[in-house]
């Protein structure tokens, strides 16, 4: 197995055979990004498919200064953004002063999960909230650099972020309640 060294430079060298590897060392979790942002398994194949095109084509970008999977992984992340875009899921959405009366408190939290479980939850999101969670909650961005990423007002995306807070707290409590009904 090559080092990422000799993944990038035989990257850059166009070798078809690296390039290979270099998709099937990533490809796996590189798609749980694209599904994070993209529900439709299709889509989301078709934004991985996209992000390695684009990871080929300007790889002599890749200076080493971070892990190339963090690398790669921001150039999904991006790529599923512009995919996103397309769309503009959040286009239509209250801002967050609009919804001050009905957010929840800031000590409301989720609690914890199984992984797989709350990305499924995640999943079942409207899109711009499912986007703005997963880039604040999960991918760690704030919300002046989640409304310049998206092309959005800051408080469009804190919205977002609230909502898909409130949503997935009352699914979790929907569900608490069906399991202390069934008992």
């Known amino acids: 197995m090559l080092d990422e ?9 166009q070798d078809r055979t690296v ?4 998709y099937e060392r990533f490809a796996g979790k590189l798609f ?13 194949e078709d934004v991985l498919q996209d992000s390695f095109v684009k990871i080929y084509r300007h790889i002599g970008s890749f ?20 995919h996103l875009r397309k769309e503009k899921p959040w286009e239509h959405t209250a801002d967050v002063q609009e919804m001050a009366p009905i957010l929840p408190q800031a000590d409301e939290s989720l609690p914890s999960l ?31 650099e989640i409304a310049e990423m998206l092309e959005i007002a800051e408080g ?3 919205s977002q972020y609230a909502r898909a807070r409130t949503l997935l707290q009352q699914k ?12």
Do not use: M
């Open 5 to 13: 060294y000799a993944l990038v430079e035989g990257c850059r060298r």
């Open 19 to 22: 390039q290979r590897q270099l």
């Open 32 to 44: 749980v990004v694209c599904k994070r942002y993209v529900k439709d398994p299709d889509e989301a």
């Open 63 to 82: 200076r080493f200064e971070c892990p190339l999977e963090a690398w790669l992984k921001r150039v999904v992340i991006n790529t599923a953004l512009k």
């Open 114 to 144: 199984n992984y797989q479980y709350l990305l499924q939850l995640i999943q079942e999101l409207p899109p711009g909230c499912r986007t703005v969670f997963n880039l604040y909650a999960i991918e760690g961005y704030n919300h002046p």
């Open 156 to 158: 469009t995306s804190k």
């Open 172 to 183: 979790l409590r929907n569900e608490q309640r069906v399991r202390d009904e069934s008992i």
